[in-house]
């Protein structure tokens, strides 16, 4: 029964997650180095070999028996019916599946099967080739898959004890607006939950799914846009591991197809090294976001660090308001952690933090060190994007850290001076309420 096979899989392959639950060695002697895995519940057999630094095969080799599936914990019914989707062969795990229980498509398997195919019920019967963990570079790519709203991994690697593992690149697009309400994560070395998240355009410091293009610096950019099929985002952020790295990526509301993305990292017998800042091998990136609304003259930390030690990397801002008097906030910088207002004043207004001013009068800009990538109203709202980098000017700290903006300020009733006063000012303008969306990247080590 055709309907009956499909809910145990798919004929669409997407790329999706690893983990082992365990393996055998292959017999034969064209591929004495081979392993037969089985992949978690709905993930690929890429991710799957890539979580134990090897090279997915796609030539599976059943000999038309379940046998491989016993031999790695598998105790399943069988069904003979032959392949017919490229997540096979397979395990139907999940108990919503009407085919639960069953071990499917292990007969008549083609040379040439998919390594990124994946189905939400299965766990697949994989094979793994060649040892890459100490490869000098790594990464994947993913071509008119879809994006879905179940969390899909599109890579996984591993790398030897000793060695650091970065990654470099991170490249996406997809039909117009689809990736507005995507999210990507990055999990470290066995991360629950993961430090990184990021919606594609925020990261690349713009908002409200502006897409001016063509624009770039070294660390990031749009490629493609100006209101044709879609935008295309890329990333050069420098993102440190020391085991393994798992990238996944979500749709926050429903299905899109034609989704690409590619990653790409390398092997390093040092730390990240910022334009000659040599971080420890134990750094790791932080993304700390906030995203709710901030009352006028409210204070918000944008980034904090209560302890330890670290490198403020970048921030980028988000903001839909009443009128653009919420650009008169300042931003002050504490470390140690503990140290009391003003702390250390690190602009005189929201625009000159962006090295901009006057509200940003010049229009957008999109520079090596800052840019305003993107400034809006529509009927009483103003919204506005733009980004910062530290690469430059870096933002270093031994005893925890934290970043402060206000939305608005207020100046001093006897000097006229704004940006040191807490309370009791005179206002600046008519700030309101803004909705606020940051994204501080952080270098943290202990």
């Known amino acids: 029964d055709t309907t009956t096979?499909?809910?145990?899989?798919?004929?669409?392959?997407?790329?999706?997650?690893?983990?082992?639950?365990?393996?055998?060695?292959?017999?034969?002697?064209?591929?004495?180095?081979d392993k037969y895995v089985m992949s978690k519940q709905g993930q690929s057999c890429?991710?799957?070999?890539?979580?134990?630094?090897?090279?997915?095969?796609?030539?599976?080799?059943?000999?038309?028996?379940?046998?491989?599936?016993?031999?790695?914990?598998?105790?399943?019914?069988?069904d003979p019916q032959p392949w017919w989707a490229a997540d096979q062969p397979s395990y139907c795990s999940d108990k919503s599946d009407e085919n639960y229980g069953k071990c499917v498509g292990y007969t008549q398997v083609p040379l040439n099967g998919s390594c990124q195919a994946q189905y939400w019920s299965v766990q697949r019967l994989c094979r793994c080739g060649q040892d890459i963990s100490q490869s000098p570079f790594f990464g994947t790519g993913l071509s008119g898959g879809s994006i879905t709203t179940n969390e899909t991994t599109i890579f996984t690697h591993a790398i030897p004890s000793g060695k650091v593992g970065i990654m470099t690149h991170y490249w996406t697009t997809a039909p117009k607006g689809a990736l507005a309400n995507a999210t990507v994560r990055y999990y470290v070395d066995g991360e629950t939950n993961a430090a990184i998240s990021f919606v594609p355009g925020i990261a690349c410091g713009v908002g409200f799914d502006d897409e001016a293009a063509p624009w770039g610096t070294k660390w990031f950019g749009v490629g493609a846009g100006n209101g044709g099929g879609g935008a295309a985002y890329f990333l050069n952020f420098k993102i440190p591991f020391t085991?393994?790295?798992?990238?996944?990526?979500?749709?926050n509301e429903k299905t899109h197809g034609g989704f690409y993305m590619i990653v790409r990292g390398m092997?390093?017998?040092?730390?990240?090294?910022?334009?000659?800042?040599?971080?420890?091998?134990?750094?790791k990136l932080l993304l700390q976001r906030v995203e709710r609304t901030i009352e006028p003259l409210e204070f918000v930390d944008v980034t904090n660090v209560p302890s330890g030690q670290g490198m403020h990397f970048m921030s980028t801002l988000v903001a839909t308001s009443g009128n653009l008097n919420f650009l008169e906030g300042c931003y002050h910088a504490y470390t140690p952690y503990n140290m009391t207002f003003p702390g250390i004043l690190l602009s005189t207004g929201t625009e000159d933090y962006f090295d901009s001013g006057w509200y940003f009068n010049a229009g957008e800009f999109h520079l090596p060190v800052s840019g305003m990538t993107h400034l809006g109203t529509s009927g009483a709202s103003t919204?506005?994007?733009?980004?910062?980098?530290?690469?430059?000017?870096?933002?270093?700290?031994?005893?925890?850290?934290?970043?402060?903006?206000r939305n608005g300020d207020e100046t001093d009733p006897h000097t006229g001076l704004k940006c040191f006063t807490q309370s009791g000012g005179n206002v600046v303008g008519k700030p309101t309420a803004t909705d606020l969306i940051s994204y501080s990247w952080v270098y943290t080590w202990q």
């Open 267 to 283: 092997l390093s017998d040092q730390g990240v090294n910022i334009n000659g800042i040599q971080l420890p091998a134990s750094a």
């Open 243 to 251: 085991k393994s790295i798992k990238i996944t990526v979500q749709h």
């Open 46 to 78: 890429a991710a799957a070999c890539g979580a134990i630094g090897r090279m997915c095969n796609p030539h599976v080799q059943t000999n038309n028996s379940d046998e491989l599936f016993h031999q790695l914990g598998i105790n399943c019914s069988t």
């Open 383 to 405: 919204t506005l994007s733009a980004y910062r980098f530290h690469e430059m000017d870096p933002l270093t700290f031994t005893s925890g850290f934290r970043m402060q903006w």
């Open 5 to 33: 096979m499909l809910l145990c899989s798919s004929v669409f392959p997407v790329a999706v997650a690893l983990v082992v639950v365990g393996f055998v060695t292959m017999q034969g002697a064209m591929a004495q180095q």
